[in-house]
């Protein structure tokens, strides 16, 4: 690992010297505790898709825009595309369980998971603490991800208890 800067005695590493500094680079990211949220949708054929996603920030209130990022390795990549309706499912402290099983590359990741339709038909998560409905405002390429912009066209706010994700694990309040 190459060293970058010394900080109180310790030396930093660059992220794209080698894989054990990439390793070091994602568990350093960890440190950030986020929320949880399901990115939901539905594909060009009607079907539900849906992600787990720890990546989800607000942009803008005025426009009101959010922003996640996408894998390109992502089984659902091609279903978020502009003017595309989606929703952001905030998960509540108990819905471990179910980010789990839609983190999972499976043929019917909504199998025993109670759904309500939103906007254009989209599913929305029963259960959450929060649910954003949106369409697709902009796409932008970043590394092995793509950055998408939601425009925000309707919100709920349960305000319960949210899941939280820190140091590779999820967490609570």
Excluded at 66 to 73: C, D, E, G, M
Excluded at 154 to 161: K, T, W, Y
């Amino acid at each position: 690992m190459t060293a970058a800067t010394e900080i109180d005695g310790s030396q930093g590493i660059d992220p794209a010297s080698d894989d054990a500094a990439r390793r070091e680079f994602r568990r350093t990211l960890g440190q950030f505790a986020t929320g949880v949220t399901v990115m939901t949708s539905l594909s060009p054929a009607g079907e539900r898709v849906g992600l787990t996603a720890n990546s989800f920030n607000s942009l803008s209130i005025d426009p009101p825009l959010i922003l996640w990022s996408i894998a390109n390795s992502a089984q659902s990549f091609e279903n978020f595309q502009v003017k595309d309706a989606f929703a952001v499912n905030v998960l509540s402290a108990d819905q471990e369980a179910l980010a789990r099983q839609l983190a999972q590359s499976t043929p019917d990741k909504f199998r025993g998971i109670d759904i309500r339709e939103g906007l254009s038909g989209v599913p929305l998560i029963v259960g959450c603490i929060a649910y954003l409905e949106c369409s697709v405002w902009a796409r932008y390429p970043g590394g092995d991800h793509d950055i998408v912009v939601g425009h925000v066209h309707r919100v709920f706010n349960i305000g319960n208890a949210p899941l939280v994700f820190h140091g590779g694990s999820f967490r609570s309040f």
